[in-house]
Each structure stands twice: as structure tokens, then as C-alpha cells.
């Protein structure tokens, strides 16, 4: 195979024979490329391209410098507007809402390709709640978005019983459980609340149908997480939209991907041939991620590619945690070189805890703080806790040279 990396090709011995060999580096740099995160930003194409180009990305309610959707556009695009980047997800009928990775924001292209996961819902009968009269429940949900246009669950009568979280009206469960099958749609949300609609009024007629059998979506949605991730293993295909390892060893050998050898990866990799054509270069982004980014959502392969171990900490006990409530990895020069727990007194960006790996990732964090700052409307940044305490003068200086 002839590509544009300086690899060494491998002569094919079958099938799943690897057709060419990269170093660390060159699969690291690949990676980047392919999640956006190297080379010069498509600016013109937005919130709505990167979405697009990711295939998915992840929602969460957790709400620091700003929430995870937004996070994922500001690290490739920069000081892209907040409220851009919300139309871009929730007008004109350009994405949905469904359960992928997580739960994630979704082109709308890709609605006939996950008509798969909602016959497995059907033939499972439930997700996590059973209702207490699925046929009367379901129907009443439909009658009122058919009558009414589309609705919060608040608008249904409320998402709770009035207990803990999880304790789900009967209203909650039948709009969720129509959400599942593919009868109701999110394809916008206000204020943080789930909005829906009937599928069939919301989603574009050429577009709605569940007529792609199980393979047909499978090879789709595995060749979309090889275009995104660029190069990966079978693992991670399957990490990208949570499939199961059988389901991406049946549909491998017809999505294009080809297999590849990278230096210090113990299991064989897959690559997009695109990807392979030419040498990664240009620009590297400095910025922190989203610790739901999907450049590193995926924990195994975060350490793989980067040699950098990430772990979101808000679900542990604050005692336990090391780097905090919601650590953002710190992103420069290719490489994952610190990390930052964020919060906002006023006008004021707070690092509560801070670590950086080496020297040589303090000026990067201090620009990286700087315009995370500006980007959510504050003017100075304050370091409480720093790991290494001794860059903590060089930081301050750093910060103050910026501004900040």
C-alpha cells in the first residue's frame, strides 16, 4: 500500500493482513488530524461541520466554564459564540438527540443508521423503567404532541414521582421509552430541558424510515468512528458509538478501514485509507478538553496514543479524588501535557487544582487559561492549588503577560 506517511509497508499475507506500519507519533498525529484537533479549522463550516465531522458528540448536565457540547466546538474553533453554538445543534432540523456514545448530539443523516439500536429497544421491550400501562401511557404522549407540537416533559405533567432522581412518572417513562423506538425525537433543547416531537413530524421524510437492516447500520456507523478517530483498534471502533465487539468484527471487513501495525499498540489497528494518503501537518491546537471530548472519552485509548491517564472525578467522593471535580486535560503541541479543575467566581476563572507535566507546558496553560477566560466572560484567572508548586511562579508570570 502506497501512502503518504514515511511508514513502512508491510506486504499483505491476507485479508486482514496489515497493509502498512506507523510509529507512535505519525498514529498519534493521525488521530489528531482526524478529530480536528490539527491543521487549520473549517471556521466557515462551524458547530454544524465539527459535529458533522465527529459523527457525535457527547451531552452532558455538568456545567463549569460552560457544558460538554460546547466545550467540543470551542477546543477546534476557538472563541466560537456560546449561542452559536446552540443554534448550530437545535435549528433546522440538522441533529438529534439519541444514544451513541452517550447520550450525543447526532447529525440528523445519521437517524437511518441507528434504526438498529431502536429494534433492539422494541425487541427488549424496555430500558431501564417499566411502565405501568405501556399501550395507555404511550398513547396519551402521542396524542398530546400530535395536538399540542412539541413538549418538555415538564409540559407532560412533570418528570418525577417526587423521589429520588431515577423515580420517573409514568409520562417520563412512556416519552423516554418512545424516544428509545424511534416514534419521538429531541432534535432541540431549551434552557438545558429536553424538547420533543414526533419523529415523523420532525425528522426529514427522506430520512425517516428504520429500512436499513442491522449490517447496513453497522458498517456505517464502524466506518464513521474509523473517518473519526482516523487510526484506532477494534476496541475503540466499538467505544465510539458503544457497539459490541462481535457487532464490529462482523461489519469490519466491508467498511474500507484497513488493517495497520503501530508501534507499542499490543492489538493490531484499522485505519481510515483517507487518513493514509497523506503526512499530518499543520497547526496544533492549544486548549483544554472537555473531559467528555471524544479525542478522549475513551480512557484505554487516551493512555494508549497519549501515554496520559484520564479520569473524570465528579462521581467520586471528593476525598478520593487527585485532579478534581472536572479535570480538563490540556491539550498543546500534539500531546496532553496537564490538566486544569475549573470553576468561576464572577469576573474571575478559578484553577482550583492545576498540574502540568512538565516545564514546558506553563506557557501553554497559561494561554489556554487566558482564552478559556475570554471566552466565558471573565477577565482574570486565579490559581489556587499547582502541581508542581515550584511552576507556580512562572505561571503567575505567564498568566500576567496575557493578561490574565
Wanted: aromatic content about 8%; glycine content about 10%.
Amino acid at each position: 500500500m502506497t501512502t503518504g506517511l514515511p511508514a513502512t509497508a508491510v506486504p499483505a499475507a491476507g485479508a486482514h493482513a496489515p497493509q502498512a506500519s506507523l510509529s507512535a507519533a505519525e498514529a498519534r498525529r493521525i488521530a489528531l488530524r482526524a478529530q480536528g484537533l490539527l491543521g487549520a479549522p473549517d471556521r466557515q463550516a462551524g458547530a454544524r461541520g465539527v459535529l458533522r465531522h465527529l459523527g457525535a458528540v457527547q451531552l452532558d448536565t455538568i456545567s463549569v466554564l460552560a457544558r460538554s457540547h460546547e466545550l467540543v466546538p470551542y477546543a477546534r474553533l476557538g472563541a466560537v459564540g456560546r449561542q452559536a453554538v446552540e443554534s448550530a445543534y437545535w435549528t433546522g432540523a440538522h441533529s438529534f438527540e439519541y444514544w451513541s456514545h452517550a447520550a450525543c448530539v447526532l447529525p440528523i443523516e445519521e437517524w437511518p443508521h441507528f434504526a438498529f439500536r431502536r429494534r433492539a429497544f422494541r425487541d427488549r421491550g424496555h430500558r431501564w423503567h417499566r411502565m405501568k400501562d405501556r399501550e395507555g401511557s404511550c398513547a396519551a404522549v402521542r396524542d398530546r404532541l400530535r395536538a399540542e407540537g412539541p413538549l418538555t416533559t415538564a409540559d407532560l405533567g412533570g418528570g418525577r414521582n417526587g423521589g429520588e432522581w431515577w423515580d420517573w412518572s409514568e409520562s417520563k417513562i412512556a416519552v423516554e421509552w418512545l424516544l428509545d423506538i424511534g416514534e419521538v425525537v429531541v432534535a432541540e433543547r431549551r434552557g438545558w430541558k429536553r424538547v420533543y416531537d414526533l419523529a415523523e413530524r420532525a425528522v426529514p421524510g427522506d430520512l425517516f424510515h428504520d429500512d436499513l437492516d442491522d449490517h447496513a447500520c453497522l458498517r456505517r456507523l464502524v466506518a464513521q468512528a474509523g473517518s473519526a478517530l482516523g487510526v484506532a483498534t477494534r476496541a475503540d471502533l466499538a467505544d465510539y458509538h458503544r457497539l459490541k465487539a462481535e457487532q464490529v468484527e462482523s461489519v469490519l471487513p466491508d467498511t474500507g478501514l484497513v488493517p495497520v501495525r503501530v508501534q507499542g499498540w499490543p492489538k493490531p489497528g484499522w485505519a481510515d485509507p483517507a487518513a493514509l494518503e497523506s503526512a499530518p501537518r499543520g497547526r496544533h491546537r492549544t486548549t483544554l478538553l472537555s473531559p467528555f471530548d471524544s479525542l478522549v472519552w475513551d480512557r484505554p485509548r487516551t493512555e494508549r496514543v497519549f501515554g496520559f491517564q484520564h479520569r473524570l472525578e465528579a462521581y467520586v467522593p471528593k476525598p478520593q479524588r487527585v485532579h478534581g471535580y472536572f479535570a480538563m486535560p490540556l491539550l498543546a503541541g500534539g500531546k496532553l501535557v496537564g490538566r486544569v479543575d475549573p470553576a468561576r467566581e464572577g469576573s474571575t476563572l478559578v484553577a482550583r487544582q492545576l498540574s502540568l507535566e512538565s516545564g514546558k507546558a506553563v506557557e501553554p496553560m497559561a494561554q489556554a487559561l487566558c482564552e478559556a477566560a475570554a471566552w466565558v466572560g471573565c477577565d482574570a484567572v486565579r490559581v489556587e492549588r499547582c502541581s508542581p508548586e515550584e511552576l507556580r511562579p512562572r505561571l503567575r508570570s505567564a498568566l500576567d503577560a496575557l493578561g490574565g
